[in-house]
């Protein structure tokens, strides 16, 4: 049992580049975020999606779009890259149901931006 | 929208010495409460969390939280603190009743434990 994987770890773009941050669970969790932390910013997140074919903004969702494959996984797509995307980009995942709402992070994606 | 308010975004402690790391929110309603823990170059991993019931809550590596409605607070306490707690620490809301299972963060408080 993984729980939340990440793929890559490190990554370095250039200014207009694109990528695809990926994200799978094994934890058959419903729904999965996608966050962005900087210094003194704590976690903001940039979108969700509450269930698999759904998907919803979050606090700061310009310059990004995602892909909910599947149940499992949970892309995030940076279609020009700028130097404001510098970040360390968490993926999270969790039940859905109403009862709490604990959520399971990956270990981090680290992009630099230049 | 739910803010959460963490008071001090950098601690130092002794070892030893009692860790008190607060957090406040606003929400007219209790939502879910939760501690996360970051270590350097790691994801969050949760130490507790609040739901419903006794509102002291313990959580991993000696930490515990009260909640407390009045207050709207759930300050984070460990009496003792070691080196190994040197660390980030989180805050975090989520709205009971909430199928969207969104959490709300504080900015973080860094901890430093001195020897």
């Known amino acids: 049992n993984a729980g939340v994987t990440q793929t890559p770890k490190f990554q370095v773009l250039k200014t207009g580049q694109s990528m695809t941050l990926q994200c799978a669970q094994d934890m058959n969790h419903n729904s999965m975020y996608w966050y962005r932390q900087d210094p003194g910013m704590g976690l903001r997140l940039i979108y969700y999606?509450?269930?698999?074919?759904?998907?919803d903004k979050g606090e700061v969702p310009n310059g990004y779009n995602v892909s909910r494959l599947n149940k499992r996984e949970f892309s995030l797509r940076l279609e020009s890259a700028a130097p404001s995307q510098t970040s360390v980009y968490f993926c999270?995942?969790?039940?859905?149901?109403?009862?709490?709402?604990?959520?399971?992070f990956g270990p981090g994606t680290r992009l630099t931006v230049l | 929208a739910q803010s959460v308010t963490q008071l001090g975004s950098h601690v130092s402690v002794s070892e030893g010495a009692l860790v008190l790391l607060r957090c406040n929110y606003s929400?007219?309603?209790?939502?879910?409460l939760f501690w996360y823990v970051q270590y350097p170059n790691q994801g969050l991993q949760l130490l507790l969390k609040y739901t419903t019931g006794a509102t002291l809550v313990k959580g991993i590596n000696g930490f515990e939280a009260e909640f407390k409605k009045s207050e709207t607070s759930f300050h984070l306490t460990k009496p003792s603190a070691h080196m190994s707690d040197a660390a980030e620490y989180f805050c975090a809301v989520s709205l009971r009743g909430s199928t969207l299972g969104r959490l709300y963060f504080g900015r973080g408080t860094q901890l430093t434990v001195w020897p």
């Open positions: 929400s007219s309603v209790p939502p879910y």
């Open positions: 999270a995942s969790n039940r859905g149901v109403i009862t709490y709402n604990e959520q399971f």
């Open positions: 999606s509450a269930s698999e074919g759904t998907t």
